[in-house]
């Protein structure tokens, strides 16, 4: 066992600040809004998308060691960006079995109150997608369609949306097919890209 792996009793502190894992977690972050720029000005469009994906894959593959040496980095334990940025890797992973361990050990510190509900509600959703199963909370966007993926007793989303912290479900698809159509402005102030 190496130094910075828990013990099999041991449980990592979720709610202490751990600044070298937040700094790492932040200059990954940076590395990722670098390559995007740098992408963006000089890489067509296909290149730009896959060099910006290696990266990605990449940082899902160190965020597997973080998790397996760490548990969830919390809010309390990066910060409010960085755990922030650990989902949006994880969703973007392509190991179904670590994002739905991340699943439940999300849905764990969002009962603790130590990440946000959405968290939870976002990572649950992509995981009942890719298993072909109902979404709770309508996070889930088929791109084609620009429609979402089906969603459980979808009369009720909105209130399911509102518990976690989530903006309407057809504020946030207006939104996000106005950034499809390029309109400068769109309805809603939530970002409609982590929806999809």
């Given at each position: 066992?190496?130094?910075?792996?828990?013990?099999?009793?041991?449980?990592?502190?979720?709610?202490?600040?751990?600044?070298?894992?937040?700094?790492?977690?932040?200059?990954?972050?940076?590395?990722?809004k670098?390559?995007?720029?740098?992408?963006?000005a000089?890489?067509?469009?296909?290149?730009?998308?896959?060099?910006?994906?290696?990266?990605?894959?990449?940082?899902?593959?160190?965020?597997e060691?973080i998790?397996?040496?760490?548990?969830?980095?919390?809010?309390?334990?990066v910060?409010q960006e960085?755990?922030?940025?650990?989902?949006?890797?994880?969703?973007?992973?392509?190991?179904?079995?670590?994002?739905?361990?991340?699943?439940?050990?999300?849905?764990?510190?969002?009962?603790?109150?130590?990440?946000?509900?959405a968290?939870?509600?976002?990572?649950?959703?992509?995981?009942?997608?890719?298993?072909?199963?109902?979404?709770?909370?309508?996070?889930?966007?088929?791109?084609?369609?620009?429609?979402?993926?089906?969603?459980?007793s979808?009369?009720?989303v909105?209130e399911?949306?509102?518990?976690?912290g989530?903006?309407?479900l057809?504020?946030?698809?207006?939104?996000?097919?106005?950034r499809?159509?390029?309109?400068?402005?769109?309805?809603?102030g939530?970002?409609?890209?982590a929806?999809?």
């Amino acid at each position: 066992m190496t130094p910075t792996t828990p013990a099999a009793t041991e449980k990592p502190d979720l709610a202490r600040l751990n600044e070298p894992l937040q700094q790492r977690l932040m200059e990954m972050a940076a590395a990722e809004k670098s390559a995007l720029q740098h992408a963006i000005a000089l890489l067509p469009a296909g290149n730009r998308r896959a060099a910006l994906r290696r990266l990605q894959l990449r940082h899902a593959r160190e965020l597997e060691d973080i998790v397996a040496n760490h548990g969830w980095p919390t809010v309390p334990m990066v910060g409010q960006e960085p755990s922030a940025y650990c989902l949006q890797l994880l969703l973007v992973c392509e190991n179904l079995a670590f994002q739905t361990r991340c699943r439940d050990l999300i849905e764990a510190v969002v009962a603790d109150r130590a990440c946000p509900a959405a968290q939870f509600a976002f990572i649950a959703d992509r995981v009942a997608v890719a298993w072909s199963l109902p979404q709770q909370f309508g996070t889930q966007i088929n791109p084609i369609t620009v429609r979402p993926y089906p969603i459980a007793s979808s009369h009720d989303v909105d209130e399911r949306r509102m518990a976690v912290g989530l903006a309407p479900l057809g504020e946030v698809l207006e939104s996000y097919r106005a950034r499809l159509r390029g309109d400068a402005t769109p309805t809603s102030g939530r970002r409609a890209s982590a929806e999809g």
